[in-house]
């Protein structure tokens, strides 16, 4: 044989060996876990579907969920506190909507079996009240439940009684009103057309209830829709007083006048 290669051979057979024992001579590495943070969690009553506004709360809609402790609010409901929530809050009627897995909490529900659906409703110390409404008094059917209204009053004043002299006033009474209910619907659903109803049911404080029994028997009422950006906006301290400038229309001219109140 070829002595450059036996050469070669004998090269490549130690080198072979040389890196076998440097592989098996080498300390092998230990790769060291970070130990897992434990997260303390806490069972939460949640909505196990969607609960649409009014309806009365069974116990197969509701359901425990684990939740995060450090992210469950105080005003949730935790079954360590109280373990028979499910059966507790059956039969009660839903003041506002739940989505499904959204947390059940007190402020959103009502416990009254013997209460109507309207009555849960009121917000404390408020008052449903009732208007009749039509197409030309209730801004064509475009106003729907949980929008906020305007009422206005048209009346005639007969002025200094001679004929002719019929003056027609239009006012303000109440602001910034909320609407409960179009005849017996108490919630708008997605996608809903536009419906003319008859009846209006308006969230008053009782003051604002007395106004609208006596500006029924003084003339016409109509309901002005409000635009949403305006829900929140401060309502007049006084409805009824909110200004002394009204708009009267004399022999079909409009005018303006300031009155004393």
């Known amino acids: 044989m070829n002595t450059a290669k036996i050469v070669v051979l004998a090269i490549s057979v130690a080198a072979g060996g040389l890196a076998i024992y440097l592989v098996s001579g080498s300390e092998t590495k230990q790769v060291v876990q970070a130990p897992t943070a434990q997260i303390e969690t806490v069972d939460v009553l949640v909505a196990k579907s969607d609960i649409p506004l009014g309806q009365t709360v069974t116990p197969a809609d509701l359901q425990w969920q684990t939740w995060p402790a450090a992210n469950s609010s105080d005003n949730f409901i935790r079954r360590n506190q109280r373990p028979d929530a499910i059966a507790?809050?059956?039969g009660s009627i839903a003041r506002s909507p739940f989505l499904a897995g959204e947390p059940i909490r007190d402020m959103k529900l009502v416990k009254g079996p013997t209460s109507g659906?309207?009555?849960a409703l009121l917000p404390t110390g408020m008052r449903a009240v009732s208007t009749e409404i039509s197409a030309e008094?209730?801004?064509?059917g475009f106003i729907l439940p949980n929008d906020h209204v305007d009422v206005i009053l048209s009346r005639r004043d007969a002025g200094n009684n001679r004929?002719?002299?019929d003056q027609v006033v239009s006012e303000i009474i109440l602001s910034n009103v909320r609407v409960m209910a179009i005849d017996q619907t108490i919630e708008e659903k997605n996608g809903q057309k536009v419906v003319v109803g008859k009846t209006a049911t308006l969230e008053l404080r009782p003051e604002q209830a007395e106004v609208l029994a006596k500006a029924r028997q003084t003339g016409t009422l109509m309901l002005a829709l409000r635009s949403i950006v305006d829900v929140n906006a401060?309502?007049?301290?006084d409805d009824r007083r909110a200004s002394n400038n009204i708009?009267?229309?004399r022999f079909g001219v409009p005018t303006s006048a300031t009155v004393q109140r």
Not at 137 to 140: D, R
Not at 234 to 237: G, H, I, R
């Open 137 to 140: 008094t209730g801004a064509g």
């Open 117 to 119: 659906i309207m009555a």
């Open 234 to 237: 401060p309502a007049a301290a």
């Open 88 to 90: 507790q809050y059956g």
């Open 163 to 165: 004929p002719g002299a």
């Open 247 to 249: 708009n009267v229309v």
